[in-house]
Structure formats: C-alpha cells, structure tokens
C-alpha cells in the first residue's frame, strides 16, 4: 500500500514514511492509492473477532510496511480491556427498536479520540525506536485533544510532549485530568491568555523553520493519517455487533467537527461495508451540513465560530475534509488545488454547478445540525426513554440520527464522549450530575503538574530548549 497527496505531490510513500507527519510537503493530506476491498466472505469470517483481531485484519492493510507480529502485537498492546473498561473496547448498546449507541469513549480520557490516539502513541514510539530518532510534540489544546495526546505519550520513549492550554480556562475535570499526570516526559504550559493565543505560540515556533528541525518539533492533529485509519475499526465493529448477514445495511449517525470521525467511515463504506447512510450532525458551527445540502464550502473567520455546549465540534474550517473532496472531484489534484486557491483567496468554493456535486449527492451522506436547545431535549429524552445519560456531542448525532433514520434499517449512534466530561451541560438537561466513572471520583483533588508562562513563543521556545537536553 502506498500514499499520496491530495495535492499531487507526493511521490507513493510507505505508511511507516507518512505515519509522523502531519501535512503532506506540498500542503495536501495523505490517502491510500487505493481503498482496499473486503469481500463479504471476510466479513463472515470476522463475525466471531475480538476489537484486536479485527483491527489487525483491517490496519494490516494500511500498514503494510510494518511486520505482521510487530503490529499485531503494537495492536494487543493498545486495545485492552484495561485501558477501556471492557474486552468488547466499542461496546454496543440498544437505546430503542433499531437504534443503538456505539460506545467509543471508554478509554483514558473518556473521549473517542483516545481509539485513535492510544495507538498512535505505541506505533510512533515503535517508529522512534526503530530509527533511534525523537520527537518533541508541541500542541494547544482547549482541552480534550490535549489530554487525548498527553495520555497516548506519557511515558513514551523518545517522545515529549509540551502541551499549551489557556491558564484557568478549562473545565476543572480537563484541567485535573491533564495536569494531573506525573509522567516527566509531559510538560503542560498554562497560558496566560485564551485558546487563540496557544495557537498562535505554536504556529510561531513552528514557522521558525531552524529552531523546527533542530527540537525536532512534530504534532498529532486529526489529519494524521494513522488516526483516520485506526477509526476505520470501530465502524466494522459497529456493524458486525448489529447485523447477522453480510447483505444487511446499517446506518451511523457521527457529531462531526474536522471531519476525521466520519472520514473514516466513508472509508468503510468505499472498502465494501454494508453502510447506508452516513449521517453527519453539526452544532451550530454547520459548516459541513451547509456544503452537503448547498455544494458551498464557506470556512468560517474564527471570530465567527460560536462557542456551544459541544466545544469539540467548534471549527471555523474541517481540516480532514479534503480528503473526501479529492474523491469527489475524481481524485484530480489540480482540481482541489484550485478549490483551495478558493478558499484563500474568497473564503469558499462552490461546487454547486458541476458534476462533482451530483457525485456528492450519491455517495451516502445525509446531515442535519443541533442547537444547544435540540442538545438539551435529546438528552432528556435519551435518559426518560433508557435511563443512559449521553453527553452533548453524542446528543447532536442522535438528534441528528433520528431525522434520518429509516424503518428496517438499524441506526448507530457513535458515543463521542462521557457526560461526565461535560457535568454542567448533564446538571442543566437532567438537574443532576452524571456518576463519574471508577477512578476519576477525586480527580481534581490530586497534585497538579503544570507551569505557568506568558503566550510570548521566545520564552517558550527557551522552555523547550531547557527541557529538551
Ligand atoms: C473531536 C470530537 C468530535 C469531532 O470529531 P471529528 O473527528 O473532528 O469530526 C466530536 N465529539 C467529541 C467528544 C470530540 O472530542
């Protein structure tokens, strides 16, 4: 399996060669040449596969270049019953007739992106020792990415993280499950200032190109490819936990943000799994359900990003969605290179008029948005019709979900998040905070590990120096 770039140029890549990287060279994403296909004999034989044994027939794939026993055992390292909470890892759980929930956000940081990025910190630190190489990861977070990464690299081998937050501006459950980890190879840097300001930090000491090099500085952001190809699993797994033949369709309803959860299920669907409709929900951020229904992709000035109640779902743009356009326009890369000029130049494309939307059109999806109030009913309802409380990003895809849902056709809804991440959404639906899960009961009660710094990127690059020897 080889990669390239939905800009053309990138010359076909091993996975291991892209796996670190964020941005293909010439600015565009990494995809497979080619999708690979499951037949439906493979998915009877799967029927019966553990969460380990199923992400193995699937990323063994993608991941062609690693060795067969290495990755597996990269696989059974990452997806334990200890890590989340149960053998099953994406347990399945009937909400009504024909609906069930997908369980994604048992692991560390009780958050989906924890699937994801759990693996990705065992296969960069078997890259790292591969190589004898290291790696300094720099990122901002407002918080659930950051703990995702922080809790995927403690204690990594060749890897740092120095995780930016805004100081104080974080839920007290995010703050304490972030600076609360000991590991010394986590460095949380509480910014005086807001999210924005953590950013610009790291787009500062990322553009100093030497200083880039020399630290070698590198991210985990959602266009990883590595992440996109892990999702892939669970949307496999979701389907085979409820359906019986391999000519059975389902649906998935996904509250989306960048784009990267769904992106991997569309992939899903392109490999030969039975998908429906893929059923993508916004919040009010909408900019992905306006160009499903319009052809226009308008990305949004970041002062026009509303800040809601499902703060991981708040995106001016969706930084994994050129990979579905590179599809949609037929894979040219000329093509998308223009739409992107677009977007530079004008603030959007419009594909409203050509063919490529009649492609768009057919290739599954279905969307819809949420607002705070519709959040607030569907976790009511949830709870009233079967006493589970889900949280408000999962109470957007359901609320979603439900517009679309077809009789005879079972519905999965993807959990993105406990609600005990967001308590003061939970208290407002239900009038009570959710029970915290075994473990996190005294969370915000254990010593914190954490500097205080100003948002001035010469300083922080000097705490990097310093703490990189
Ligand atoms: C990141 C996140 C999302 C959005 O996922 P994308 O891959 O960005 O579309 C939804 N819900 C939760 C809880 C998240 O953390």
Request: contains cysteine; negative net charge.
């Amino acid at each position: 399996m080889r990669y390239l770039s939905t800009r053309g140029g990138l010359a076909p890549t091993a996975f291991s060669d892209i796996l670190l990287g964020g941005l293909a060279p010439d600015g565009g994403l990494t995809l497979p040449e080619s999708y690979p296909a499951v037949t439906p004999d493979e998915l009877a034989e799967w029927r019966d596969f553990s969460y380990p044994q199923l992400a193995f027939a699937i990323l063994s794939r993608f991941a062609d270049d690693i060795p067969a026993a290495d990755l597996q055992a990269l696989i059974d390292q990452t997806y334990t019953a200890e890590a989340f909470r149960s053998e099953a890892i994406t347990p399945i759980t009937p909400l009504s007739d024909g609906i069930w929930l997908l369980g994604l956000s048992n692991g560390p940081t009780l958050a989906f992106k924890d699937i994801a990025l759990q693996l990705l910190g065992n296969l960069f630190e078997y890259a790292l020792l591969k190589t004898g190489g290291h790696l300094n990861i720099l990122g901002a977070t407002s918080g659930d990415t950051g703990s995702s990464a922080e809790y995927a690299l403690r204690g990594k081998r060749g890897i740092r993280v120095f995780m930016l937050s805004p100081h104080q501006k974080m839920s007290r459950f995010q703050t304490a499950q972030m600076f609360s980890l000991q590991d010394p190879n986590i460095f949380n840097i509480a910014v005086r200032g807001v999210f924005d300001d953590c950013q610009d930090v790291v787009k500062a000491v990322s553009n100093d190109a030497g200083f880039k090099t020399h630290y070698a500085i590198g991210t985990v952001n959602s266009i990883n490819w590595a992440r996109v190809a892990a999702q892939i699993v669970y949307y496999f797994k979701g389907w085979l936990a409820v359906t019986t033949h391999a000519d059975q369709q389902a649906s998935f309803a996904v509250p989306s943000g960048n784009f990267g959860n769904i992106c991997a299920g569309y992939i899903a669907k392109h490999m030969g799994l039975p998908i429906r409709r893929l059923i993508l929900a916004t919040n009010e951020n909408n900019v992905l359900d306006e160009f499903f229904r319009t052809g226009v992709y308008r990305v949004r000035p970041t002062d026009q990003v509303a800040h809601t109640s499902s703060p991981s779902m708040d995106i001016s743009k969706a930084s994994n969605f050129e990979r579905f356009i590179f599809d949609m326009v037929g894979r040219d890369p000329a093509v998308v290179q223009e739409l992107w000029r677009q977007i530079d130049v004008q603030g959007y494309f419009d594909l409203s008029a050509t063919p490529y939307f009649q492609t768009v059109r057919e290739s599954g999806f279905v969307t819809g948005s949420s607002t705070h109030q519709h959040r607030m009913a569907t976790i009511r309802r949830v709870y009233a019709e079967s006493g589970i409380i889900i949280d408000t990003h999962t109470a957007d895809g359901i609320k979603v979900g439900l517009e679309h849902r077809e009789q005879g056709i079972p519905l999965i809804c993807l959990e993105t998040a406990l609600p005990v991440k967001f308590e003061d959404s939970i208290v407002e639906a239900l009038g009570r905070p959710p029970e915290r899960p075994t473990g996190y009961e005294d969370i915000e009660s254990l010593p914190q590990r954490f500097t205080i710094m100003d948002a001035d990127s010469i300083a922080i690059k000097d705490y990097i120096a310093q703490n990189t020897g």
